[in-house]
């Protein structure tokens, strides 16, 4: 299965969901961030997702695995 480059194509499967929502939750569980309010003079930072298939020596699927990633221009 090829990894997804857009947001669309990870929402029509399961899989790569499954993978971001565990990612999600971990960042929640870990304190990574904290909701706060933006200040009017500031741009919000803007994100995106990557993905990646990680095989077992045999080349049989480990798992997926998706990162949030925050662009730095």
Known sequence: ???PHTSSQDKNNPKWVA???KEL???EANGTWSLTTLPS???ALTFTSVYKVKFRLDGSIERYKARLVIRGF
Do not use: G, H
Request: net charge negative.
């Open 19 to 21: 993978a971001m929502d």
């Open 1 to 3: 299965m090829p990894e």
């Open 41 to 43: 003079n500031k741009k």
């Open 25 to 27: 939750e971990a960042l």
